[in-house]
Nanobody, 125 residues
Framework: VQLQASGGGLVQAGGSLKLSCVVS????????MGWFRQAPGKERETVAAINWSGSGTYYGDFVKGRFSISRDDNKNTVFLQMNDLKPEDTAVYYC???????????????????WGQGTLVTVSS
């Protein structure tokens, strides 16, 4: 399985970015997908996750309605739309693919076994 994340960059506070993650080597539509982030000196945290069918989503408490996760099974791609970005959102963002097909578990990092290389998001104040 290969995951290729893109879309990170430098943005001013209050701005927006859209991250994308293309998955190959797996039946994309059968697996949950997640976005995680890790800032320097901090632990990895779940940003957002979406179950295999797209019917369920999960967001970290810090998101507070600013981010939206979606998936396009025809393009084997998961997206993370990030609005109203804050300096504290600065981190490397990783996409991940679920551990088991058609699983009901998708909110924790342990639910994922394949990870992308990460894309850096920097938010300036």
């Amino acid at each position: 399985v290969q995951l290729q994340a893109s879309g990170g960059g430098l943005v001013q506070a209050g701005g927006s970015l859209k991250l994308s993650c293309v998955v190959s080597g797996r039946t994309f539509s059968a697996y949950s997908m997640g976005w995680f982030r890790q800032a320097p000196g901090k632990e990895r945290e779940t940003v957002a996750a979406i179950n295999w069918s797209g019917s369920g989503t999960y967001y970290g408490d810090f998101v507070k309605g600013r981010f939206s996760i979606s998936r396009d099974d025809n393009k084997n791609t998961v997206f993370l739309q990030m609005n109203d970005l804050k300096p504290e959102d600065t981190a490397v963002y990783y996409c991940a693919a679920g551990l088991r097909p058609y699983s009901s578990r998708y909110t924790y990092a342990d639910d994922y076994d394949s990870w992308g290389q990460g894309t850096l998001v920097t938010v300036s104040s």
